[in-house]
């Protein structure tokens, strides 16, 4: 496989070459008169100055094509890594122990809502799965997959967690990476207390190009080891952010904008055009 590749590579950086060679030919006689002049009368370059100006061709186009390819092979490294911190995220021990949990618990006191409950956890780990190979995703499945994540969310914590999804969000259309909505709002769980009387109300909004992930900030405090709890905190949400910059990054020139004040913690990833 390797030695096919070399000779297609070798074969196309030929057939480029001499594309290269009668462009530049074609340049110099469109451009310099007395050339043409004397294209006229003949061939005007002898086999030996095409033999060098080929083979200056050959070094230049080898060269551009060994950019490309290096270019793309670590492009295509950076999105696999991106991709498996991603499932990583997903798959934590954490989030399946939990899960799990709840569930056993379902199943001795509820069967039904055990049921519905496993059903909604299959959806998420096969989405999970089965669309983290891709780059992009529409606006609309991501919002069917949120869905049957936040109806785990309230399972687990109740209306101690509240996702408000503005109308305006269900009527936009374009593209964003997988899982990204969903990585935005396990960051701000994971980092902020939440209880029946002060709910963590987490807002997703959009101003037509852009969906905005925000809350109030309620930072949870590990009294127990409040330096160490930080930091580990700190490591995840930077984690989790930088995967979706990094993302981002390779897919599109726009920017994700990531707000940090005092009280409130947003961040704004724009949505990416549907091509027709």
């Known amino acids: 496989m390797k ?3 070399i000779l297609l590579g070798v074969l196309l950086v030929l057939g480029l070459s001499v594309i290269g060679l009668l462009f530049y030919y074609a340049v110099w006689l469109i451009t ?7 294209f006229k009368y003949g061939w005007p370059w002898k086999s030996g100055i095409m033999l060098i100006d080929y083979a200056a061709c050959c070094l230049f186009t080898t060269v551009v094509t060994l950019y490309y390819w290096r270019s793309r092979e670590r492009t295509e490294k950076e ?21 799990f949990s709840i569930l056993a618990d379902l199943i001795e006191v509820n069967p039904q809502r055990a049921s519905e409950y496993l059903m909604n956890l299959s959806k998420v780990y096969r989405y999970t799965l089965s669309h983290l190979d891709h780059d992009m995703v529409t606006l609309q499945e991501e919002l069917a997959f ?10 687990r914590f109740g209306e101690s967690v509240q996702v408000r999804i503005s109308p305006e ?30 709910p963590l109300i987490i807002n997703v909004s959009s101003d037509g190009r852009r969906i905005s992930v925000s809350n109030h900030k309620e930072p949870i405090l590990n009294a127990a080891l409040p330096e160490q709890g930080l930091s580990a905190r700190n490591l995840s949400t930077n984690v989790g952010n930088h995967n979706i910059v990094e ?26 055009p549907i091509e027709r």
């Open 146 to 155: 949120l869905d049957r994540y936040l109806a785990l969310l309230r399972q």
């Open 247 to 272: 993302r981002y990054r390779l897919l599109t020139s726009r920017k994700v904008v990531i707000n940090d004040t005092h009280d409130e913690y947003c961040v704004t990833i724009p949505l990416i």
């Open 79 to 99: 999105r696999d890594r991106f991709r498996l911190q991603a499932l990583e995220n997903q798959l934590s021990p954490h989030f399946v122990f939990n899960n």
């Open 3 to 5: 030695v096919k590749r």
């Open 169 to 198: 969000v269900l009527k936009e259309s374009g593209k964003l990476p997988p899982v990204a909505l969903q990585m935005l709002i396990e960051n701000a769980i994971k980092h902020n207390e939440h209880t029946l009387a002060r």
């Open 32 to 38: 310099d008169e007395d050339f043409r002049e004397a």
